[in-house]
């Protein structure tokens, strides 16, 4: 069983939680992940790596309330336990060895870009980050970005915060300033990474993105996370989650990751047949 030490809502739908394992803290990486089950009676979940913490022994993860099992791991409290907290797992980022480097997060995927962003910081690159989302209502972690970026640019699709247009116009606008940057790291929703990549290529700027979005069970079992990166296949869980994202093909994976759509709103509102009758 796993402590969870601490519980903070980032907005109304995602949530960020510590949880006490401290075998998993000793060895986990930016771009890593890590596989949990609620309850005994739960289905494995896998969730990245949002930050830890080798002295106190904790792993931070940060999830969005979108199915049975993150609604069931959100109503958690403080003080209590979850079955199963398995990990690191997963290749983690390259941080290592750049000079300047584009960190481009959208959404709830921001989650997984602070830490890699934050490592780059550590490992002594200059970090511009580019995060998006559609409103001000659902900006998560801004405060830790600028503190690990030498350059913060806030974007939403509505103009309520920061400014109005897409992460694609902010990172285009870098580039033309004159920003050169050894790498460009995206991660955020499969349509945002696709046109991040599709804008980068034209300066051929090395791109890499997480598949994290696409992954289910994280063994690499279930095929779901099977992806074609420059013609072969992979499975984001056990190859990556990190890929060229110039080689990804990006509309093939958008379409598989729509299969499970129905299987999940199916399960969050799924009711037994034999409670009906009480």
């Known amino acids: 069983m796993y402590k969870i030490l601490r519980k903070r809502e980032l907005n109304p739908t995602?949530?960020?939680m510590e949880i006490e394992a401290p075998f998993v803290a000793k060895k986990a990486l930016a771009g890593q992940f890590i596989i949990l089950r609620v309850d005994e009676e739960?289905?494995?979940i896998p969730l990245t790596v949002a930050g830890y913490d080798r002295e106190k022994g904790s792993v931070t993860i940060i999830f969005q309330t979108v199915g049975a099992t993150t609604e069931k791991l959100q109503s958690k409290k403080e003080g209590e336990y979850i079955q199963d907290f398995v990990g690191p797992l997963g290749k983690a980022s390259e941080t290592k060895g750049f000079k300047k480097v584009a960190v481009v997060g959208g959404g709830v995927g921001c989650?997984?870009?602070?830490?890699?962003?934050?490592?780059?910081?550590?490992?002594?690159?200059?970090?511009?980050?580019?995060?998006?989302?559609?409103?001000?209502?659902?900006?998560?972690?801004?405060?830790?970005?600028?503190?690990?970026?030498?350059k913060f640019v806030m974007v939403t699709d509505?103009?309520?915060?920061?400014?109005?247009?897409?992460?694609?116009?902010?990172?285009?606008?870098?580039?033309?300033?004159?920003?050169?940057?050894?790498?460009?790291?995206?991660?955020?929703?499969?349509i945002m990474m696709k046109f991040v990549c599709k804008l980068t290529e034209q300066y051929g700027i090395k791109t890499v993105v997480s598949m994290n979005p696409i992954m289910i069970d994280g063994?690499?079992?279930?095929?779901?996370?099977?992806?074609?990166?420059?013609?072969?296949?992979?499975?984001a869980?056990?190859?990556?989650?990190d890929f060229d994202?110039?080689?990804?093909?990006?509309?093939?994976?958008?379409?598989?990751?729509?299969?499970?759509?129905?299987f999940e709103r199916q399960s969050h509102e799924h009711i037994c047949n034999m409670l009906k009758g009480e």
């Open 237 to 241: 869980c056990v190859d990556g989650p």
């Open 42 to 44: 739960g289905e494995r």
């Open 111 to 150: 989650a997984i870009a602070y830490p890699t962003a934050k490592q780059l910081h550590e490992d002594g690159a200059e970090v511009h980050s580019i995060v998006g989302f559609r409103n001000r209502d659902l900006v998560i972690l801004e405060d830790e970005f600028k503190a690990c970026s030498d």
């Open 219 to 235: 063994t690499g079992m279930c095929g779901g996370c099977r992806i074609t990166v420059g013609g072969e296949t992979k499975f």
């Open 14 to 16: 995602v949530t960020l």
């Open 158 to 190: 509505d103009g309520s915060y920061g400014e109005k247009g897409l992460v694609t116009d902010a990172l285009k606008k870098l580039i033309d300033s004159g920003e050169e940057y050894d790498e460009v790291i995206a991660i955020g929703p499969l």
């Open 245 to 262: 994202g110039h080689k990804i093909d990006f509309d093939e994976a958008m379409a598989r990751s729509g299969f499970y759509k129905n």
